[in-house]
């Protein structure tokens, strides 16, 4: 009876043994556990060999250049600051023929209901001509209040600020150009160049003439207004003091002459004051190239409206025949 007991306590000494030692396994990794170094999440920045921590890594942020993408008008618009505000109280609202780069809208308000259709453009070149933009208002609110200024067989279309983000960002050479840091007015798909000679040409900020013909939404919201409509005759308004511009490549005739009745009732310069430059992508000529006849305009000054001198320009304009 003594072996097979003497046999059963050796094999109970066995199983204790491997209990035992399955318990200082256990022991020796929950001292390893709670022995660790702190977790590199936790840690403070990363260190190099001579104790120097890196740099903190920003991502750069990723910027998609899609001009082909027209806003959604119902997302949310991401709008730093305010474009010159302008509210007409009592009279007609604007239409919304689309938007700039950053969201804002592109307004064109209509006076007179005849066939012949008249056009003023301002602010093509954004804050840094923001008095165009502050004449356009003026004359809105003055057609609006004396509409009898309008020929019965006129339409007269007033966009008082094509370059919306441009003047939102500032009313210095910094407001000129668009969001993609284009100078809209060569921009359109004639005698297009992304790059110019500067000389007599403005060249105080960076600016191109885009990353194609008609590579931003402000030029094309533009043209196929242009391509919708049958306007006859159209001022761009600049500033400041060069004079008047006919539209075309040699100057169009019916532009000269639009150029010409202008300068008989007004103080700006026509022909223009030659600088050198060759101007390109130019709205003016554009509208030329679509039948119209066009002039780039310039105001006196960067200041002032000259309004009283622009009544009279108005009068030429609805009342011009080619
Ligand atoms: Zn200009």
Redesign the pocket.
């Known amino acids: 009876m003594s072996k097979p007991h003497h046999k059963s306590s050796r094999w109970i000494i066995l199983a204790w043994s491997l209990n035992g030692l399955g318990l200082i396994v256990l022991l020796f990794v929950l001292a390893l556990y709670w022995t660790r170094p702190p977790s590199r999440a936790a840690a403070a920045p990363f260190v190099d060999s001579q104790g120097t921590p890196y740099p903190t890594l920003t991502p750069a942020p990723t910027i998609y250049y899609l001009p082909t993408i027209t806003p959604n008008p119902r997302s949310t618009q991401i709008v730093e600051t305010t474009a010159t505000p302008f509210y007409l109280a009592n009279g007609p609202k604007p239409s919304v023929i689309g938007f700039s780069v950053s969201g804002r809208p592109i307004e064109v308000y209509t006076f007179g209901q005849g066939e012949q259709q008249r056009m003023i453009v301002a602010g ?2 954004g804050g840094y ?1 923001w008095n165009t933009i502050a004449l356009a208002d003026q004359l809105i609110t003055y057609i609006n209040q004396h509409p009898e200024v309008i020929p019965s067989n006129i339409t007269l279309y007033i966009l008082r600020d094509l370059n919306p983000d441009g003047d939102a960002r500032s009313h210095d050479e910094y407001g000129r150009v668009n969001a993609h840091g284009v100078d809209l ?1 060569r921009n359109f798909p004639i005698n297009w160049s992304a790059v110019w000679d500067r000389g007599g040409c403005y060249d105080h900020t960076p600016t191109t003439g885009g990353t194609g013909p008609a590579s931003e939404p402000e030029t094309r919201i533009m043209m196929n207004f242009l391509n919708t409509h049958k306007v006859e005759a159209l001022i761009s308004y ?1 500033s400041a003091a060069l004079g008047i511009f006919p539209g075309g490549t040699p100057w169009d005739p019916a532009s000269k002459k639009l150029a010409q009745e202008i300068a008989g009732v007004s103080s700006y310069p026509y022909p223009p004051i030659n600088t050198g430059c060759i101007y390109t992508g130019t709205l003016a000529d554009y509208a030329v190239s679509v039948g119209a006849a066009a002039v780039d305009m310039e105001l006196t000054n960067h200041q002032d409206t000259d309004f009283s001198m622009n009544l009279r320009v108005l009068d030429v304009l609805v009342n011009f025949t080619k």
């Open positions: 093509i070149h001509e007015n600049h």
